[in-house]
C-alpha cells in the first residue's frame, strides 16, 4: 500500500521523526487558506503516488498569498506521469543547507533489512547508483539484531555527510528504522532528508510503502486504503475483498491460494497464452465468492475465456462445484469456462460438473489439460 508524501509525513510524525507542518486540501482556495494559515514562504506540493514531482512541475514555493494561488491552481488538475493532481499539500518552507538520501527497504535475496544513506540526494537513486554507486553507504541489519546507535553512527560515518548533520542523521535513521519495522513498512525513504542552515536534519519528502498484509493490526491504516489508485477491475475485486492483480491478457484466471494462482498464472503462459488477471478466492471457495470473482472477471472485456483452477483441501471438490454451479445460476457469464478441480473429493466435483457441460462449460482433469483448452478457446 503506497502513502502519499503528505501520509508518509504523519507516518513519519508518529514516529518522532521531524518533518514539516502542512497541510492537505483539494481546491485553490483551501490551498490559499492554508498558505496563509502556515506562513509563507510556503512549498506546494502534488500529492500522486509518483516520484519525480519537482521535475514535473508538482513542487513550486510561494512567498505570497498571489503565488500560493498561482501555483496551486497550476498544480491542481496537472497530468504528472499519467496521474491526475487531486490533492495538494502546503508545507512552511525550509532552508536548506544539503540535501541527503536515506532508506530502508528488505533485502530478499540477504533476508535482512537493507539501509541506504547518501550524501547525494535530492537527485533519483537510481541515477546516483549507476553513475556514482560508491556514494552510497549501505547496510545490512539483520531483523533479530535491530540497528543499533553504535552501528547507526558508523553507518553515517561512512556516508561522508557534512559533520554537522552526523548527531541528526543518526537520531532520524534509528527513529526512521522504528517506523519501517514496528510499522509494518516494506519501504521507508527520505528523499531529500536535509541539513538545515541552522545545523538540523529534517525530512523534506516521504516514499512510504506498508505491508497491506498487516492492515489488520493498524487502525487507521483505512485512511491510506482509501486513495489507493487502483484499476476499475482492481477497485472491483478489492471492494468484493478478493486478492487481485490486473494483467494485459485475455484468460481470466481463478484460483484458491496464492501459489496455485501464481502456477495457474505460469501455466497459462507456458502453454502459449497470456492472463488477463490473477486471482485468489482464499480457502473457502463457496458460491458467494466464486460468483463475486467470475462477475469481476466477466467484466473485463480483454477477457475471451475463463479458467477456474480449485484444488480441494479442507474446501471439498463437490463444495466447490456446487459453488461454480450455483454462481453460475447467479451471474450470466460471456465467455467460456474451464474448470480443473482437484484434491478432496475430486471425482464428486467433477460429477457436479459432468451434469452441466456445455459449449461454455467444460471440466478437466489435470491443470495442463485445463490451460490447453482454455488457451485455445482464447483464440
Ligand atoms: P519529488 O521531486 O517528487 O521527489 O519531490 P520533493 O519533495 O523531493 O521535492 C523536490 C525538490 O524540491 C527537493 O529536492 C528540494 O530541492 C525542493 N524543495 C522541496 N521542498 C522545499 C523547501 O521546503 N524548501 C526549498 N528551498 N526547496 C524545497
Ligand atoms: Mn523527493
Redesign the pocket.
Known sequence: MDLL?YQGKQFFASFDIPV?PGEAVTTVEEAVAAADRIGY?V?V??QVH???????G??K?ASNTSEAREHAGNILGLDIKGHIVKIVWI??????AE?YYASFTLDRAAKKHLGMLSAQ???EIEVVADENPDAIAKIWIDPVDGLTEEVARAWVLAANLNPAANDGAVDILLKLYRAYTEGDADLCEI??L?LKPTGEVHA??A?VTLDGNAEFRHEGWEVYDATQVRDEREQAAHDKGLQYVGLEGSVGVIANGAGLAMSTVDIVNQVGGKPANFLDIGGGANAEVMAGALEVINNDPAVKAIFINIFGGITKGDEVANGIVTALGRVKIDSPIVIRIDGTNAEQGRAILAEHESDMLQSKSTMLEAAKAVVELAK
Open positions: 508524501e514539516s514562504p512549498v506540493k502534488a509518483v516520484g519525480g514531482r519537482g521535475k514535473a508538482g513542487v514555493l508545507e512552511s518552507a525550509s532552508d536548506i540535501e540526494g535530492g537527485v528523499n531529500p536535509i523534506l519528502d516514499k
